[in-house]
């Protein structure tokens, strides 16, 4: 923790981005949306009626998790794909990169700080979840099985955006590829799973024997949402070798770790490369 | 203090710099002289540790920055030619940052920015936004930046580029100050004037390869057989002019109304044949002398058909 409080980069980085009105407009324009969808909802289903559902509470759960879910995806990106390569066009990079900050201090603060305020972001949405709980319908396990597969898509679209940010030179270029890798990973994934489902049944191949089709159901994150929540997407015949929430988890922190190493490695200056 | 040997980097088929050999002593001040593109910024990246040289070796305080990266970062103090500053942070925040960085302990940082502001000049916009400085001020914030672990050697590309003639000045003192503590400099300009005052050595470089290097003082025009000479005449510039250009041991001719300042590869014979020629034509020379030799001159001369 005392490294945490004196990391140099770590300080820097909170103080220019809590110092700026931006970070409150960011904050404020986030909690607003979600209120106002949560709001809307509320108000409609309960506008010519007497009495509330406790199905209908689930109802606005799910909806609530979906645009959250949706939000880190457009959010994470955006945040930290200019983190390093801000510091590039600002020709700040390599004054850093002669003092004893490494590489690998340099992308793992600009990370941390980054989560950090997508965090305070999706923490500070909790207050609204409470309504869901005040109708019922929800339990616990299921929101805390939530808020960690947050903080795992937090952490991976925000290593894409910091692997994009030391890859590419340009902020632009690095935003525009972190949005297509979390746009794949969304949509792409799922696609692809339905794609070779369809295949392999019109192949008459047996789907249900294949290890392929839990783990490609548990790499994307729309469908690993879907079952925290309880909603089955898999066929039901489908068995998961672990429980795609963790199944989930290990790839894509796995992924993220080697995002990070890789953002590191791009970013020493004095690394071998290869000639031609 | 510094030494680089057959230093060379290469950009695919371009060759930035070619076979560099390079010794400055410490406590010296180095000048590094030579156009855009002649390969100043990259020898001050590696020697930095930012840039891998494709061949040969070069050493800060007998570290070699390939392999000692570490130490050799600890023994420099680097300057861009443009650099950025983070708009957010005040002065001495911005300092702040650069001790932590330098892993500085907190109870040191204090006093040290304070002296550090002192240093530069601007202990008065110590709670600043960097943002509100001028360009003067943030070089000069810059510098401090460097100086904030205490460096043995400084590398200082173009600090005076882009400034004005008073912060100019106001750098080159600061330079002076930080030569008698007993820093080891290296600084490119292209503003040759300054690097003649404030170096004892100077390297000339072009197309990335290393074309003179010696003492300021062993720097002459004269080792090539050039003098510089100046005429002033009191009217009939036209015809000085031409008969200028038409003497075979002139070149360079700069012409300032009515007083001209020329390159002279000849002899003393020779010189006093063009003076006779001038008097001949009827044109009244109120001066024919030789000049003193600036760097610009040197550097002229030395980098005559280099490139070319």
Same mark, same amino acid.
Request: hydrophobic share 45%; proline share 4%.
């Given at each position: 923790?005392?490294?945490?409080?004196?990391?140099?980069?770590?300080?820097?980085?909170?103080?220019?981005?809590?110092?700026?009105?931006?970070?409150?407009?960011?904050?404020?324009?986030?909690?607003?949306?979600?209120?106002?969808?949560?709001?809307?909802?509320?108000?409609?289903?309960?506008?010519?009626?007497?009495?509330?559902?406790?199905?209908?509470?689930?109802?606005?759960?799910?909806?609530?998790?979906?645009?959250?879910?949706?939000?880190?995806?457009?959010?994470?990106?955006?945040?930290?794909?200019?983190?390093?390569?801000?510091?590039?066009?600002?020709?700040?990079?390599?004054?850093?990169?002669?003092?004893?900050?490494?590489?690998?201090?340099?992308?793992?603060?600009?990370?941390?700080?980054?989560?950090?305020?997508?965090?305070?972001?999706?923490?500070?949405?909790?207050?609204?979840?409470?309504?869901?709980?005040?109708?019922?319908?929800?339990?616990?396990?299921?929101?805390?099985?939530?808020?960690?597969?947050?903080?795992?898509?937090?952490?991976?679209?925000?290593?894409?955006?910091?692997?994009?940010?030391?890859?590419?030179?340009?902020?632009?270029?690095?935003?525009?590829?972190?949005?297509?890798?979390?746009?794949?990973?969304?949509?792409?994934?799922?696609?692809?799973?339905?794609?070779?489902?369809?295949?392999?049944?019109?192949?008459?191949?047996?789907?249900?024997?294949?290890?392929?089709?839990?783990?490609?159901?548990?790499?994307?994150?729309?469908?690993?949402?879907?079952?925290?929540?309880?909603?089955?997407?898999?066929?039901?015949?489908?068995?998961?070798?672990?429980?795609?929430?963790?199944?989930?988890?290990?790839?894509?922190?796995?992924?993220?770790?080697?995002?990070?190493?890789?953002?590191?490695?791009?970013?020493?200056?004095?690394?071998?490369?290869?000639?031609? | 203090?510094?030494?680089?040997?057959?230093?060379?980097?290469?950009?695919?088929?371009?060759?930035?710099?070619?076979?560099?050999?390079?010794?400055?002593?410490?406590?010296?001040?180095?000048?590094?002289?030579?156009?855009?593109?002649?390969?100043?910024?990259?020898?001050?990246?590696?020697?930095?540790?930012?840039?891998?040289?494709?061949?040969?070796?070069?050493?800060?305080?007998?570290?070699?920055?390939?392999?000692?990266?570490?130490?050799?970062?600890?023994?420099?103090?680097?300057?861009?030619?443009?650099?950025?500053?983070?708009?957010?942070?005040?002065?001495?925040?911005?300092?702040?940052?650069?001790?932590?960085?330098?892993?500085?302990?907190?109870?040191?940082?204090?006093?040290?920015?304070?002296?550090?502001?002192?240093?530069?000049?601007?202990?008065?916009?110590?709670?600043?936004?960097?943002?509100?400085?001028?360009?003067?001020?943030?070089?000069?914030?810059?510098?401090?930046?460097?100086?904030?672990?205490?460096?043995?050697?400084? !590398? %200082?590309? /173009?600090? @005076?580029?882009?400034? &004005?003639?008073?912060?100019? *000045? $106001?750098?080159?003192?600061?330079?002076?100050?930080?030569?008698?503590?007993?820093?080891?400099?290296?600084?490119?300009?292209? !503003? %040759?004037? /300054?690097? @003649?005052?404030?170096? &004892?050595?100077?390297?000339? *470089? $072009?197309?990335?390869?290393?074309?003179?290097?010696?003492?300021?003082?062993?720097?002459?025009?004269?080792?090539?057989?050039?003098?510089?000479?100046?005429?002033?005449?009191?009217?009939?510039?036209?015809?000085?002019?031409?008969?200028?250009?038409?003497?075979?041991?002139?070149?360079?001719?700069?012409?300032?109304?009515?007083?001209?300042?020329?390159?002279?590869?000849?002899?003393?014979?020779?010189?006093?044949?063009?003076?006779?020629?001038?008097?001949?034509?009827?044109?009244?020379?109120?001066?024919?002398?030789?000049?003193?030799?600036?760097?610009?001159?040197?550097?002229?001369?030395?980098?005559?058909?280099?490139?070319?």
């Amino acid at each position: 923790m005392r490294g945490f409080l004196t990391n140099p980069m770590i300080i820097k980085e909170l103080r220019e981005r809590f110092r700026t009105g931006k970070t409150a407009w960011i904050l404020g324009s986030y909690l607003f949306v979600m209120g106002a969808i949560l709001f809307g909802v509320i108000y409609v289903e309960t506008a010519n009626k007497i009495y509330f559902r406790p199905g209908e509470s689930r109802q606005i759960f799910i909806l609530l998790t979906v645009i959250q879910l949706g939000m880190i995806g457009f959010i994470a990106p955006a945040l930290t794909a200019g983190t390093i390569s801000g510091e590039r066009e600002r020709q700040t990079l390599n004054v850093l990169l002669t003092t004893h900050l490494t590489p690998f201090a340099i992308v793992s603060s600009k990370m941390l700080t980054s989560l950090l305020f997508i965090s305070l972001v999706v923490i500070s949405s909790l207050p609204l979840y409470s309504f869901v709980f005040l109708y019922g319908g929800i339990s616990p396990e299921q929101l805390i099985k939530i808020f960690w597969f947050f903080a795992v898509n937090i952490i991976f679209f925000g290593s894409v955006g910091v692997f994009c940010s030391a890859r590419f030179r340009r902020t632009g270029v690095s935003t525009i590829i972190s949005y297509g890798l979390t746009f794949l990973i969304g949509v792409g994934t799922a696609l692809l799973t339905i794609f070779l489902w369809q295949f392999f049944e019109m192949m008459e191949w047996k789907t249900f024997d294949s290890a392929l089709f839990p783990f490609m159901f548990s790499i994307n994150p729309g469908f690993v949402l879907a079952e925290i929540i309880g909603e089955k997407v898999a066929p039901s015949s489908m068995t998961y070798i672990m429980e795609p929430w963790i199944l989930f988890s290990i790839f894509y922190l796995g992924l993220s770790v080697f995002l990070l190493g890789w953002a590191t490695r791009v970013l020493d200056p004095l690394r071998k490369r290869r000639l031609g | 203090m510094i030494e680089t040997q057959g230093l060379t980097k290469r950009y695919g088929k371009l060759e930035a710099l070619k076979e560099l050999n390079l010794k400055i002593e410490q406590g010296k001040v180095f000048g590094f002289i030579g156009p855009n593109g002649a390969g100043k910024s990259t020898t001050m990246m590696i020697l930095s540790t930012l840039l891998r040289p494709s061949s040969g070796k070069a050493y800060v305080g007998g570290f070699d920055v390939e392999k000692n990266p570490r130490e050799v970062r600890q023994l420099i103090g680097y300057m861009p030619d443009f650099f950025g500053v983070y708009d957010n942070l005040k002065a001495v925040e911005y300092l702040d940052f650069y001790c932590g960085a330098y892993q500085i302990p907190d109870r040191k940082r204090r006093a040290l920015i304070a002296d550090l502001l002192e240093l530069v000049n601007l202990s008065v916009k110590a709670d600043s936004y960097v943002d509100s400085l001028s360009r003067g001020m943030k070089q000069r914030l810059g510098l401090a930046r460097c100086l904030v672990h205490d460096p043995k050697v400084l !590398i %200082l590309d /173009e600090p @005076a580029s882009g400034l &004005d003639p008073r912060a100019r *000045i $106001e750098m080159r003192e600061i330079l002076i100050e930080l030569r008698s503590m007993g820093k080891t400099i290296i600084i490119s300009s292209h !503003i %040759l004037p /300054e690097l @003649a005052e404030l170096c &004892d050595d100077i390297g000339v *470089i $072009e197309n990335g390869k290393l074309i003179a290097y010696g003492s300021v003082g062993d720097m002459t025009v004269g080792v090539r057989g050039i003098s510089i000479m100046q005429l002033k005449v009191l009217d009939q510039v036209e015809e000085a002019e031409k008969v200028l250009s038409d003497c075979p041991f002139v070149r360079r001719v700069d012409n300032k109304n009515r007083y001209f300042r020329f390159q002279f590869t000849g002899s003393d014979a020779d010189k006093a044949a063009l003076l006779t020629k001038l008097l001949g034509e009827g044109i009244p020379v109120v001066s024919f002398s030789e000049a003193k030799e600036n760097l610009e001159d040197v550097f002229l001369a030395i980098t005559e058909g280099v490139g070319s």
